[in-house]
């Protein structure tokens, strides 16, 4: 089955859980490869199967190349150990209805597929770019939509999960989407995260080499008094594959000297530090 008709189909069956993003509508059919809503608005399926939602272009600061090294470290298992953290918080992983907001190239999505997520899975992404490289990868893993969290094309209370790692957070629609009993799960850096790499670039630079995630933290907290949090702590052996495909797709190398950039190519780290706090609460009352 070509990749448009199993996205048409995918449709056919879970149309349940989008909204018009225009009228916020239901949409009450998929004419051909095209869903639309009670108001007559079409959104068709692209040839790789995604469906692109935006009512106007998306900005994004991530490009082919950073998004191609995100896939290719994350391939080395990079981001594994917080993601098998992420996944122990999922209950009932076979058939729990999973939303990725700002899913990037869907290797987080794909690994968490492979380890037992065998649900209903949609990941979105702001970046066109982005959405094109998880359909070319991962079609099977999950629906892949472009969309945007401020004008949220899914329904309510239409997840049970939704993952929210390393991206923006819109606490009213994601209480709007999730199911009553759903819960949140949102990965955020903290202090220590990449610190090899900050020192590294930014040596005469203390304010962009520390690095503080509270008020994100203290933010959740606000929301979700109950929330509960987990330190994910782990360090990486590099090669210089992977350092390189790391200072690609980080935005710390963004802001660097052209000397550090050139310092750090010269002498390429052996090993970095992952360091996240995980916070994970159920839908606010």
């Known amino acids: 089955m070509k990749k448009i008709e199993a996205g048409s189909l995918y449709l056919k069956q879970h149309r349940n859980l989008f909204q018009c993003p225009i009228c916020k509508g239901k949409f009450e059919t998929v004419e051909g490869h095209s869903l639309v809503c009670a108001n007559g608005h079409h959104f068709d399926v692209s040839k790789k199967g995604t469906l692109h939602l935006l009512m106007k272009g998306g900005q994004n600061e991530y490009g082919k190349e950073m998004l191609s090294s995100r896939k290719n470290?994350?391939?080395?298992?990079?981001?594994?150990?917080?993601?098998?953290?992420?996944?122990?918080?999922?209950?009932?992983?076979?058939?729990?209805?999973?939303?990725?907001?700002?899913?990037?190239?869907?290797?987080?999505?794909?690994?968490?597929?492979?380890?037992?997520?065998?649900?209903?899975?949609?990941?979105?992404?702001?970046?066109?770019?982005?959405?094109?490289?998880?359909?070319?990868?991962?079609?099977?893993?999950?629906?892949?939509?472009?969309?945007?969290?401020?004008?949220?094309?899914?329904?309510?209370?239409?997840?049970?999960?939704?993952?929210?790692?390393?991206?923006?957070?819109?606490?009213?629609?994601?209480?709007?989407?999730?199911?009553?009993?759903?819960?949140?799960?949102?990965?955020v850096p903290n202090a220590q995260y990449l610190i090899e790499l900050r020192e590294q670039l930014y040596a005469l630079d203390t304010t962009k080499r520390e690095y503080d995630n509270q008020q994100v933290v203290d933010r959740f907290y606000d929301i979700y008094p109950d929330a509960v949090s987990e330190e994910v702590i782990y360090t990486v052996d590099l090669d210089a594959k992977s350092y390189g495909w790391l200072m690609e797709m980080t935005p710390l190398s963004w802001g660097a000297s052209e000397e550090s950039l050139a310092n750090a190519s010269a002498n390429p780290l052996n090993s970095v530090t992952v360091a996240v706090t995980l916070l994970v609460a159920s839908k606010a009352v």
């Open 73 to 187: 470290l994350a391939d080395t298992g990079f981001f594994h150990p917080l993601l098998d953290a992420v996944y122990a918080h999922i209950d009932k992983p076979e058939t729990a209805a999973v939303l990725d907001v700002g899913c990037g190239e869907g290797s987080h999505l794909h690994y968490l597929t492979e380890k037992g997520l065998k649900g209903t899975k949609i990941g979105f992404d702001i970046s066109k770019d982005a959405i094109q490289l998880a359909a070319s990868n991962f079609f099977p893993d999950a629906f892949w939509c472009v969309a945007d969290l401020a004008h949220s094309p899914f329904a309510e209370s239409a997840f049970d999960v939704i993952l929210n790692i390393f991206s923006p957070s819109q606490y009213q629609e994601f209480d709007r989407v999730l199911k009553p009993d759903g819960k949140v799960i949102k990965v």
